[in-house]
Nanobody, 119 residues
Framework: QVQLVESGGGLVQAGGSLRLSCAAS????????????MNWYRRAPGKQRELVAS???????TYADSVKGRFTISRDNAKDTVYLQMNSLKPEDTAVYYC?????????WGQGTQVTVSS
Protein backbone atom coordinates (compact mmCIF):
# COMPACT_ATOMS: atom_id res chain seq x y z
CA GLN A 1 0.00 0.00 0.00
CA VAL A 2 1.16 3.52 -0.84
CA GLN A 3 0.11 6.85 0.59
CA LEU A 4 0.95 10.19 -0.99
CA VAL A 5 0.72 13.33 1.12
CA GLU A 6 1.01 16.78 -0.42
CA SER A 7 2.00 19.91 1.44
CA GLY A 8 3.12 23.44 0.71
CA GLY A 9 0.00 24.97 -0.75
CA GLY A 10 -1.35 28.31 0.34
CA LEU A 11 -2.25 31.85 -0.61
CA VAL A 12 0.29 33.92 -2.51
CA GLN A 13 0.24 37.13 -4.51
CA ALA A 14 0.75 37.11 -8.26
CA GLY A 15 4.45 36.92 -9.05
CA GLY A 16 5.20 34.98 -5.89
CA SER A 17 6.49 31.47 -5.37
CA LEU A 18 5.47 28.29 -3.62
CA ARG A 19 7.05 24.87 -3.33
CA LEU A 20 4.80 21.85 -3.13
CA SER A 21 6.01 18.58 -1.67
CA CYS A 22 4.64 15.08 -2.08
CA ALA A 23 5.87 12.46 0.35
CA ALA A 24 5.32 8.76 -0.29
CA SER A 25 4.87 6.32 2.55
CA UNK A 26 3.47 2.88 3.22
CA UNK A 27 4.72 -0.62 2.73
CA UNK A 28 5.69 0.05 -0.87
CA UNK A 29 6.16 3.78 -0.65
CA UNK A 30 9.89 3.76 -1.21
CA UNK A 31 9.64 1.37 -4.13
CA UNK A 32 6.99 3.42 -5.84
CA UNK A 33 8.61 6.77 -5.22
CA UNK A 34 11.95 5.55 -6.59
CA UNK A 35 10.58 3.84 -9.69
CA UNK A 36 7.28 5.44 -10.58
CA UNK A 37 6.53 8.18 -13.02
CA MET A 38 5.64 11.01 -10.66
CA ASN A 39 3.19 13.66 -11.76
CA TRP A 40 1.60 16.83 -10.54
CA TYR A 41 -1.94 17.53 -11.69
CA ARG A 42 -4.22 20.41 -10.90
CA ARG A 43 -7.94 21.06 -11.04
CA ALA A 44 -9.22 24.60 -11.15
CA PRO A 45 -12.85 25.40 -10.32
CA GLY A 46 -15.10 24.53 -13.24
CA LYS A 47 -12.26 23.05 -15.28
CA GLN A 48 -10.98 19.60 -16.07
CA ARG A 49 -7.99 18.11 -14.36
CA GLU A 50 -4.75 19.17 -16.04
CA LEU A 51 -1.37 17.46 -16.07
CA VAL A 52 1.10 20.11 -14.97
CA ALA A 53 4.47 18.33 -14.77
CA SER A 54 5.97 14.85 -14.85
CA UNK A 55 9.28 13.30 -13.91
CA UNK A 56 10.46 9.81 -14.78
CA UNK A 57 12.45 7.57 -12.47
CA UNK A 58 15.54 8.67 -14.37
CA UNK A 59 14.77 12.35 -13.92
CA UNK A 60 13.41 13.26 -17.34
CA UNK A 61 10.88 16.05 -16.98
CA THR A 62 7.98 17.34 -19.04
CA TYR A 63 5.71 20.32 -18.48
CA ALA A 64 2.43 21.74 -19.64
CA ASP A 65 2.93 24.71 -21.95
CA SER A 66 1.14 26.93 -19.46
CA VAL A 67 3.83 26.41 -16.80
CA LYS A 68 7.02 25.97 -18.84
CA GLY A 69 9.78 28.22 -17.61
CA ARG A 70 7.96 28.92 -14.33
CA PHE A 71 7.53 25.51 -12.66
CA THR A 72 10.17 22.91 -11.89
CA ILE A 73 9.51 19.33 -10.86
CA SER A 74 12.16 17.35 -9.03
CA ARG A 75 12.46 14.22 -6.92
CA ASP A 76 14.56 13.10 -4.01
CA ASN A 77 14.44 9.32 -3.96
CA ALA A 78 16.34 9.16 -0.68
CA LYS A 79 13.47 11.06 0.93
CA ASP A 80 10.69 9.42 -1.11
CA THR A 81 9.57 12.90 -2.04
CA VAL A 82 8.76 14.80 -5.21
CA TYR A 83 8.62 18.59 -5.39
CA LEU A 84 7.02 21.22 -7.55
CA GLN A 85 8.72 24.60 -7.39
CA MET A 86 6.32 27.23 -8.69
CA ASN A 87 7.65 30.68 -9.55
CA SER A 88 6.08 33.73 -11.15
CA LEU A 89 2.67 32.50 -10.10
CA LYS A 90 -0.39 33.83 -11.87
CA PRO A 91 -4.04 33.98 -10.78
CA GLU A 92 -4.81 31.32 -13.39
CA ASP A 93 -2.55 28.92 -11.48
CA THR A 94 -5.18 28.84 -8.73
CA ALA A 95 -6.27 25.24 -8.30
CA VAL A 96 -6.09 22.17 -6.13
CA TYR A 97 -2.80 20.45 -6.90
CA TYR A 98 -2.58 16.66 -6.73
CA CYS A 99 0.42 14.39 -6.63
CA UNK A 100 0.19 11.18 -8.66
CA UNK A 101 2.42 8.15 -8.85
CA UNK A 102 2.03 5.92 -11.87
CA UNK A 103 3.73 2.59 -11.23
CA UNK A 104 3.30 -0.36 -13.58
CA UNK A 105 -0.51 -0.47 -13.87
CA UNK A 106 -1.31 1.29 -10.62
CA UNK A 107 -2.11 4.92 -9.95
CA UNK A 108 -1.79 6.45 -6.51
CA TRP A 109 -3.12 9.88 -5.58
CA GLY A 110 -2.65 12.33 -2.79
CA GLN A 111 -5.48 14.26 -1.19
CA GLY A 112 -4.57 17.53 -2.87
CA THR A 113 -3.33 20.88 -1.67
CA GLN A 114 -4.96 24.22 -2.45
CA VAL A 115 -2.96 26.91 -4.22
CA THR A 116 -4.57 30.33 -4.46
CA VAL A 117 -2.90 33.18 -6.33
CA SER A 118 -4.33 36.64 -5.78
CA SER A 119 -4.04 39.41 -8.34
Amino acid sequence: QVQLVESGGGLVQAGGSLRLSCAASGNSGNIVSANAMMNWYRRAPGKQRELVASITNRGTTTYADSVKGRFTISRDNAKDTVYLQMNSLKPEDTAVYYCNAHYVVEDYWGQGTQVTVSS
